[in-house]
């Protein structure tokens, strides 16, 4: 504490293990046509471990020097990240302004058992503040120490290092099981697209058309690559309840673990894909701001559960809806029907969707709007009125032959849009006039 | 009141009618764009490269009918634009088939950008664009007055302020 210290050793080869990989690749692009007995005898043998070797060393110098560089110190008020050796970066962040720190774990980092703390910094400032990597334990004490800090507690210091991170006493709220994962993920339909796929694919080989499956190849890897990221996603995936919000962990390959403060949800869909319906299996995503990789990527709060464990998350991150029998609003928002108040799609909107259209609903209550929309999918956004960053009435040339109109509701943070489809025209038109009022009210 | 779009016309500033020429010349610009790659098969032809006849007629006469289609509804467009500041929100509004609305309450702001491209200068007409935290609910109001855009954007910076949530 309070003075410069350097980050684990191997750091730079974490960051940088793709260029030993491609000295590796280049080697053998162009050795390609020798064979191992060539490789290594005569001058050939002198030349390439000398010039390995120097190559070698240039990355290990390289290393060392990115090492030397990346120093991080943690005072009282302060956590600063310095790095760089030809453009010097000096990062810091106030610890007052801390919200929340993550701990990731790349795969590479987690083979050698570091992980990299991430800082939620609540300044404005856009880009993360990272420290990678530290020893997987020392990165638990230090987010420990610093969060403590953060909450004007004075840490104690505490020199042993290698004392397993205390288990925060959380209260689980949700856990999903690799088989339940599994399942969901085969009940996607791009799952079942890709195996289809795969086996039309399968059948035409063996009949002989290797053109054509060429051409398909390309198309599988992309659907394996979105199984590959749903499944390194969610795997393992458990979320706790905290003092402030939830934790979440998970990942396959590269774990994280996550903190969402209830007050940077911005909103929130429940969705249901078209089998799961049938299970009664829901996905919970939410818009946070300053939480997760991406600016305009949804969090994932629940991979898969049933409509227990949706509720228990639902009870953290919004726990008043403003509804007397909240549970059954609650299931009636995420499934189907006109009960509790919900107002959906008028008869004359079957035209423009035959599937959609008693489906279809909304629910204004005291401090939020529900809306329910899809067919074979479908889904539920909650968006609070407090976080509504913008509304948008609009109405299509078949809407107005058919007097109808829709809303949208938009919020930050992510892309989940509360959608309001296919209303009434003169429903939506009131919506649109009090809501206006109740998203300016403090 | 039966939707919002009918009790507009009274208590919605219009944009400047100048934004039609803009509009025009755009409209020439884009539409010369498209009919020179619809023209492609053409000009391949007359250099003696096999095109077939179907290919050499349809393209052409698609743009050309759309962008008529298009020249049609143009004035009707700018008309269709409008603003209305009122108390705690702005709303803007645009479209002639698809009618769109969008409200931003002044204190969902995050910044305002009064900008504008050549053609716009030339009829000294600027275009606002007003910013929240979500990048779906961004609200444009083009073809305004230079000056009137710039009293705009005075206004709401001072709404924003006044009015933080």
Known sequence: ?442 | MKTPMESLPNNFTAVDPDYFKVKLVNWSIQSSCYLLVALLPLILRLFGLPAPWWLVIVPPVLVIGIALLVLRILRRQVRALGYQERTEDLVVRSGVLWRKQLVIPYGRMQYVEVTSGPVERRYGLCKLTLNTAAGAATAVIPGLRAETGEELRERLVAAGEANQL
Not at chain 1, 5 to 23: D, K, N
Not at chain 1, 245 to 251: C, E, N, T, V
Not at chain 1, 425 to 437: D, I, L, Y
Request: charged letters at 15%; aromatic letters at 10%.
């Open chain 1, 1 to 442: 504490m309070n003075q410069w210290q350097r980050v684990h050793p191997a750091s730079p080869f974490v960051h940088g293990w793709l260029a030993i990989v491609g000295l590796l690749w280049v080697y053998w692009q162009n050795t390609d046509e020798l064979s191992w007995a060539d490789r290594f005898s005569g001058s050939r043998l002198t030349w390439t471990v000398a010039i390995g070797s120097a190559a070698l060393l240039l990355v290990l110098i390289f290393y060392a020097l990115s090492w030397y560089f990346t120093r991080y110190k943690i005072s009282e008020t302060h956590v600063y990240v310095n790095s760089g050796m030809i453009f010097r970066s000096q990062k810091q962040a106030r610890i007052d302004k801390v919200q929340g720190i993550d701990i990731a774990q790349p795969l590479v980092a987690r083979l050698l058992g570091l992980a990299e703390l991430r800082f939620d910094v609540a300044d404005g400032s856009a880009s993360v503040m990272r420290l990678s990597f530290l020893r997987k334990a020392h990165a638990h004490q230090l987010r420990t120490e610093i969060l403590a800090l953060a909450q004007g507690e004075v840490a104690a210091p505490s020199e042993d290092v290698e004392q397993p991170p205390a288990a925060e006493p959380v209260p689980l709220m949700a856990k999903v099981p690799a088989g339940r994962l599994l399942a969901s993920l085969l009940l996607r339909v791009p799952t079942i697209i890709g195996l289809l796929g795969a086996l039309s694919v399968g059948i035409v080989s063996i009949t002989g058309n290797g053109a054509f499956v060429a051409g398909l190849l390309p198309i599988l890897l992309g659907f394996g690559g979105w199984f590959y990221k749903e499944l390194n996603n969610s795997w393992n995936f458990s979320a706790s309840a905290t003092d402030t919000g939830l934790r979440i962990s998970h990942g396959l390959a590269d774990t994280k673990q996550q903190s969402l403060p209830a007050g940077r949800v911005q909103s929130i869909q429940v969705s249901s894909p078209a089998f799961w319906r049938l299970l009664g299996w829901y996905r919970v995503e939410v818009n946070a701001l300053g939480v997760g990789d991406e600016e305009f990527s949804n969090l994932l709060v629940l991979p898969v559960g049933d409509f227990n464990a949706v509720t228990q998350v639902m009870g953290i991150l919004l726990p008043d809806l403003s509804a007397e029998n909240q549970r059954e609003v609650l299931l009636t928002a995420i499934t189907t029907g006109t009960t509790h108040g919900f107002i959906n799609s008028p008869v004359r909107a079957k035209t423009l969707s035959p599937g959609a259209w008693k489906h279809q609903a909304f629910l204004a209550t005291q401090n939020c709007v529900i809306t329910r929309f899809g067919w074979l999918s479908r889904s539920a956004a909650f968006v609070p009125h407090n976080r509504i960053q913008g509304m948008g009435w609009q109405q299509g040339p078949w809407e107005r032959r058919h007097d109808l109109a829709g809303v949208r509701l938009y919020s930050a943070g992510g892309t989940i849009i509360g959608y309001l489809h296919q209303l009434d025209a003169s429903v939506a038109s009131e919506f649109f006039a009090v809501q206006a009022k109740r998203q300016v009210e403090r």
